[in-house]
């Protein structure tokens, strides 16, 4: 006997005879000694590469796989979007795998809606239950008769999704609870492509971010987070310069050089102020401007009525501050002006997108390293459209709606009460939901068929963003599934294939795998055979196909000519008088827009400017708290006009007097025992405010009271924020 099986050997007697009094099986350690049917080794851990999907971003991870069970997830270094990095988010996705609360079986509800009260049915049940649903859909020739929500998708589960949404006669609806519609539209008018612009910060000389936490939440904070360490460090005579615009100093903001504390709603002026000093001082990229067929005199006097004296009032900052940012701007280039959520989502949000963007172009900082970017391929994905989610509330609501069916998506928690979501849901006769959780929209419906979790799935995601780099992810199945549940594309063609029909160009493969194994020979230009099979296999084992392009887009392709204007001034809901304060809504760097609170080890993380645990805070200014007579820790309760809620507060002295702020995450009805009941949900305050004009969403527009209520909060931190500052000394 050699020291290895000594060692097993004696192991196991050991932990046999600790657990001898226990109800647990000893026989449960068989399997350390005789090797799984799975072909693991004890002992012998194996890594497989996937994508991450706790956010949109598309980060590459390795997962490693011991005894038949994945128990760590790490970054992929071979991936272009991450590098081998990850955040909490991704680390945190292997407790969903083995989440107590998962939904194991099928599920077809017996109590009245949203009570939870649901028995198992079979899996030939359960489709057959639906596929009769649909049927009926696809007969009557009603076009919204069937509602199919789920988030933005790409690539071959897209094409699955419109094909099985035209089949029977229904309508897909895309959405993001954080939408970057109006970051896309604002896109066109300025460079002439309806995408995400992607951004070298990490060859940029200076980095000005309007309310962009892009090392936090924004986009592909993983992605951006390395950049802007080689940014500051990775040049041995530069190091990049970055400041920050926006009513609350984020983590980002923390890692800036300097902080503006601009006025809510105020960015896009700011930004108009900044160009005006650069046309002023005659800063700009003259040659660069004939290119992108902008004329200096026309600019100017967009400009003529905010002199940099109006700009400074309107924005509550100084015209020293704002002439310096201006000119650093100007001079050290590459640099680069990022627009974030704080801007996007005010009712004058695309106005405030373009006038940042308005930098970038003045500077000739469009299609260059250190500069604004895009793919230089059509990404083929869905984009999230507020005004066409309205539009089926206003169906649901109108009764036209007969079967609405959900995937990925929570909208019940995700959109204001006000928006009537849920009432209109309620009156649409038969919905499924194909969710891993009981969330609150899935507690609404008739039947749930569970899909797999991510570390069980096959599937790809083609991020919005990568710059010059092609690049396609492959998510594989490190592990066999753990409940009797069904990869979702799966599900869709097993009901295609129920009614009779086909999926064109998707049938034909038999399952999902293998369409996107066609799918992958395709972006490699591989043509079947041996040689394929060895390209598959190292697709899989790189998690992806990256590959360089050697043509990236420099030129703007706009169909007519870019005029600027001035923001229009932003409108917020509730009187100043009544609701004196500016409420700002933003993702927590923890749970995101909540999609990730039923994890306990995200729930367990201390919140980075904060320390906050296990539920939601609403930050003060000390000056304003001392006005109010409220002290950290106290109970309060905050009023709009569209609602209340009692929350805890935080005394944060980075935040302006007129500003008060909540994080996103918290406030879930259900989702889990680690995130039912927990914390408030900050949307429950808003109105469902928008641009008229775009109807895009305006999280950032509403005003609100508030009245203490005890000095018995509940607040939870791993710290105390007072820490390393008084708070008195700090008034903004």
């Known amino acids: 006997m050699n020291r290895r099986e000594f060692l097993q050997l004696t192991g196991a007697a050991a932990a046999g005879g600790a657990l001898s009094s226990c109800t647990i099986n000893p026989e449960k350690l068989i399997p350390l000694l005789v090797p799984p049917e799975d072909g693991s080794i004890p002992g ?69 809606r949203g009570s939870g009260e649901f028995s198992p049915v079979s899996w030939e049940e359960g489709l057959s239950l639906l596929a009769e649903k649909l049927k009926g859909m696809k007969t009557a020739g009603a076009r919204k008769g069937m509602i199919f929500f789920t988030p933005e998708l790409q690539g071959t589960i897209l094409q699955l999704v419109k094909a099985f949404t035209e089949h029977f006669n229904g309508m897909h609806v895309p959405y993001e609870s954080l939408s970057l519609e109006s970051h896309r539209k604002a896109s066109v008018d300025v460079y002439g492509r309806y995408e995400l612009p992607d951004y070298d910060i990490g060859s940029a000389q200076y980095i000005i971010s309007f309310g962009a936490d892009f090392l936090e939440t924004f986009v592909s904070p993983v992605r951006y987070g390395d950049a802007y360490g080689r940014m500051r460090r990775a040049r041995p005579t530069v190091r990049g310069l970055f400041t920050y615009a926006g009513p609350r100093m984020s983590m980002t903001a923390a890692s800036a050089d300097s902080w503006l504390p601009v006025k809510t ?41 905010y002199p940099l004296k109006r700009v400074a009032e309107e924005t509550g900052l100084t015209e020293r501050d704002i002439f310096s940012a201006s000119r650093d701007f100007a001079r050290l280039r590459p640099s680069i002006a990022i627009a974030g959520d704080t801007v996007a989502h005010q009712t004058n949000g695309i106005d405030s997108i373009k006038a940042v963007h308005l930098l970038n172009l003045l500077t000739g900082n469009f299609g260059k390293q250190g ?160 040689d394929f099979e060895r390209v598959w296999t190292k697709t899989l084992q790189r998690g992806g196909i990256f590959k360089e392009d050697s043509k990236p887009v420099k030129s703007i392709n706009r169909s007519g000519k870019f005029i600027f204007t001035v923001p229009r001034k932003a409108v917020f809901s509730g009187d100043e008088k009544q609701f004196p304060f500016h409420l700002h809504i933003y993702p927590s760097a923890i749970m995101f827009d909540g999609r990730s609170a039923h994890l306990p080890w995200l729930q367990e993380t201390p919140d980075p400017m904060t320390t906050a645990v296990w539920g939601t805070w609403l930050e003060i200014n000390p000056k304003t708290a001392g006005s109010l007579g409220i002290t950290h820790g106290d109970l309060v309760e905050v009023e709009s006009p569209a609602g209340s809620i009692r929350v ?15 994080p996103l995450g918290q406030g879930h009805r259900n989702f889990g025992r680690y995130a039912a009941g927990r914390g408030v949900n900050p949307l429950d305050l808003l109105e469902t405010v928008v641009d008229k004009e775009n109807r895009l969403p305006a999280l950032g527009a509403t005003r609100v009271r508030i009245k203490r209520i005890s000095k018995k909060g509940g607040l939870i931190t791993a710290g105390h924020p007072d820490g390393s500052y008084r708070g008195e000394l700090l008034e903004i």
């Open 44 to 112: 012998v851990a194996d890594y497989y590469a996937s994508i991450c999907r706790q956010c949109p971003a598309g980060c590459g991870i390795i997962v490693r796989v011991s005894e038949g069970r994945a128990n760590k997830i790490e970054g992929n270094p071979l991936h272009p979007v991450n590098k081998g990095k990850l955040c909490a988010r991704g680390q945190a996705a292997l407790q969903a795998l083995y989440h107590p609360d998962r939904i194991r079986q099928p599920l077809k509800r017996t109590g009245v």
């Open 265 to 305: 709603g105020k960015e896009g002026i700011l930004a108009a102020g900044m160009a005006g000093v650069i046309l002023d001082e005659e800063l700009y990229d003259g040659p660069a401007l004939n290119i992108y067929g902008l004329n200096v005199s026309e600019l100017k006097a967009a400009m003529a009525d």
């Open 371 to 530: 500069g604004v970017r895009f793919s230089p391929k059509d990404l083929k994905q869905t984009a999230s459209s507020y005004s066409k989610l309205l539009d089926t509330i206003d169906d649901m609501s109108g009764g036209s709606v007969r079967v609405a069916l959900f995937h990925g998506v929570d909208p019940v928690y995700a959109l204001p009460k006000t928006s009537g979501f849920e009432k209109a849901l309620g009156k649409v006769p038969f919905i499924a939901s194909f969710s891993s959780f009981q969330c609150d929209t899935t507690r609404q419906a008739d039947l749930i068929l569970p899909d797999h979790t991510d570390l069980e799935s096959w599937g790809e995601v083609i991020p919005s963003i990568g710059g010059d780099i092609g690049v396609v992810g492959t998510v594989q199945p490190v592990v066999r599934p753990v409940h009797n549940t069904l990869a979702f594309p799966d599900a869709l063609l097993s009901l295609v294939k129920t009614e009779g029909g086909k999926v064109p160009g998707i049938s034909a493969y038999g399952d999902y795998p293998a369409v996107l194994k066609e799918h992958i020979r395709q972006a490699s230009g591989h043509k079947p055979g041996a």
């Open 648 to 662: 805890p507060v935080v005394i944060y002295p980075a935040i302006r007097s007129e500003v008060m702020a909540m």
